[in-house]
């Protein structure tokens, strides 16, 4: 009877770890989506004077310092720099004059708390001590005058909105000195959070100038507060990067220890926070240096391409995307290749990802998540019925034994060995596996991490509602009604199985109700309502076939 302790503890470690997460989510929820915020947006505060130490070096520059060997000057306050609003159909943002940096970026649709749909995410920041922003920019080779993200920008509005009915909004911004100008063409799109950025470099001088695009990502590294109940893996929010190959999520500390230095093509860096993330996307036809640095706690994620030479009166055209959003996987997908692996299943990724789309495909004809879960639940009972069909005969089997259990315990109460002796021969002539019942748990509990993971890391469920008084699937049931049906769900389905011939372990089948009741109270809605679903068909299943073993003649079993 040990080998039946074992899954069962199993089970109880996962639910253990994944209570402790759930529990710890409601408490840093609010710090990882950032501080709302409400109406028009305000100026940013007074910007640190910038360094020249987070200008990336030329590529062909030759005996230049690393960025391990700088040191940054102190920084000191500048006047706040002015800039140009853009309101799209999902996002307003500030983009300073000073460089053309995205430097505020409101999510209108995704509000930091249900109850208040008023106050919204906010992603980048000018605030001095909590700087988020993103930088495009051009190194100019021989010193030459350079569009950097230093330089200051002009722009004929200071407003600009994506109207109802259009397909683009184009922001220009421009730069020009020592006969060189720069356009900044920024394109946003309805519904979307990828911004298109096109520079556009026209040579007005007497001589070839050459210039080599950049984009940057600078980022205040502010630790979440964190408790005895959080998990370090959870919800990380931190700097990642992809080298066209393969995604990487690096700590700051390390990242300190061992700055950033590759060449890649089709990469991109980024900054991620639970269901958010912004990404600078160079051009992926050509390879580009990528850097990463940590200063003050500043890190810094830059990638410059190649100089190109643009002879007097030509004109060369430099293309970069910037993400600023939800981590949406179909707009992800479609900026940049890898860009969805920010949406991090950890190790179950292979159950996980075909969940989601499942789920997707689900709620697009039903149009409800948590009607999506029960349909997704009853497919996967489908999918698993011949296994889960074959473990239910076994333990109608052994209920149909118990009688004959309980004489050999009666009989050998004072001779354990003697006792497990005769129940083993019994198992063996009747054809019953006792560790059937311990299949179902096996078999559900991949699916059970997957949704767990799903339902945590996918922002197309956060704040999604479902019935009454459930408005938020991702998040626990406000009033515990969910994990109270799943217990009683539970308990009636143990009374349908065998009772375990072991004390101990029938203690534990015995407690399992009341403690899974107590865990699933913090778990998301979504999750519970899931477990609730399975526990539902399974008694239903396991009814049924208790009661065709029971109806069927002596010797003969129930098919």
């Known amino acids: ?59 062909s520059v030759s005996g230049a310092q690393s960025g391990e060997d700088q040191v940054e000057m102190p920084s000191r306050l500048a006047p706040p720099a002015p800039v140009v609003r853009v309101v799209t159909d999902v996002l307003e943002l500030s983009i300073s004059k000073v460089g053309g940096d995205l430097v505020e ?29 993103l930088s495009t920019g051009l190194r100019a080779v021989d010193d030459a005058p350079e569009a950097n993200h230093h330089e200051s920008f002009t722009s004929e509005l200071s407003e600009y909105r994506l109207r109802e009915g259009d397909e683009d909004l184009v922001v220009p911004l421009s730069w020009s000195r020592g006969g060189v100008s720069v356009t900044k063409l920024y394109t946003f799109r309805p519904g979307s959070y990828t911004v298109e950025v096109e520079q556009v470099l026209r040579n007005e001088s007497s001589e070839e100038y050459g210039a080599a695009p950049y984009v940057l990502l600078r980022r205040v590294h502010l630790p979440e507060k964190r408790s ?68 003050q706690r500043t890190y810094r994620l830059s990638a410059i391409g190649p100089v190109r030479a643009v002879p007097p009166g030509g004109e060369e055209r430099f293309l970069s995307q910037l993400f600023v959003g939800p981590k949406l996987q179909s707009q992800l997908k479609e900026t940049a290749p890898g860009l969805e692996l920010t949406v991090d299943y950890g190790i179950f990724t292979v159950f996980a990802q075909p969940l989601f789309w499942l789920l997707k495909t689900l709620f697009a004809g039903v149009g409800n998540w948590g009607w999506a879960i029960i349909l997704a639940t009853l497919i996967i009972k489908a999918v698993l019925f011949p296994l889960t069909e074959a473990s239910g005969r076994s333990m109608a089997r052994m209920r149909k034994l118990q009688p004959r259990m309980k004489s050999i315990q009666e009989r050998f109460k004072d001779d354990p060995q003697g006792r497990n002796r005769a129940t083993m021969e019994l198992y063996k002539s009747e054809k019953v596996n006792p560790a059937a019942g311990c299949l179902p748990i096996f078999i559900q509990l991949p699916f059970f991490i997957a949704f767990y993971w799903v339902l945590v890391e996918s922002v197309e469920i956060r704040q999604a509602p479902f019935l009454l008084w459930i408005n938020d699937l991702s998040s626990r049931d406000p009033i ?80």
């Open 1 to 59: 009877m040990e080998k039946l302790r074992f899954p069962l503890w199993i089970m109880f470690g996962a639910m253990l770890l994944f209570s402790w997460q759930a529990w710890n989510q409601d408490r840093v929820r609010s710090d990882a989506e950032s501080a709302p915020v409400s109406g028009d947006l305000p100026a940013p505060a007074s910007r640190a004077a910038p360094s020249e130490t987070d200008l990336p070096e030329l590529p």
């Open 105 to 133: 970026a409101v999510l209108l649709d995704y509000p930091v708390d249900k109850k208040d749909e008023s106050a919204k995410v906010r992603l980048l920041s000018a605030t001095p001590g909590a700087e988020y922003t």
């Open 228 to 295: 005895m109940f959080n998990v370090d893996t959870y919800s990380f929010t931190g700097p990642v990067y992809y080298d066209g190959d393969s995604y990487d999520r690096m700590d700051v500390d390390d990242l300190e220890d061992e700055p950033l230095s590759e060449t890649a093509i089709a990469g991109w860096v980024g900054s991620i926070q639970h269901h958010f993330v912004a990404a600078a996307v160079p051009d992926g036809e050509q390879a580009y240096r990528y850097d990463g640095r940590v200063s």
């Open 480 to 559: 515990f009604v969910l994990p109270a049906l799943m217990g009683a769900a539970m308990f009636w389905q143990q009374k349908l199985n065998p009772k375990p011939p072991d004390p101990m372990q029938a203690k534990i089948m015995m407690a399992m109700p009341v403690m899974f009741t107590v865990f699933f109270m913090f778990f998301p809605s979504g999750l519970v309502l899931y477990w609730l679903t399975n526990s539902i068909f399974s008694t239903l299943q396991q009814w049924r076939i208790n009661r065709r073993t029971d109806q069927a003649p002596k010797g003969r079993a129930a098919r």
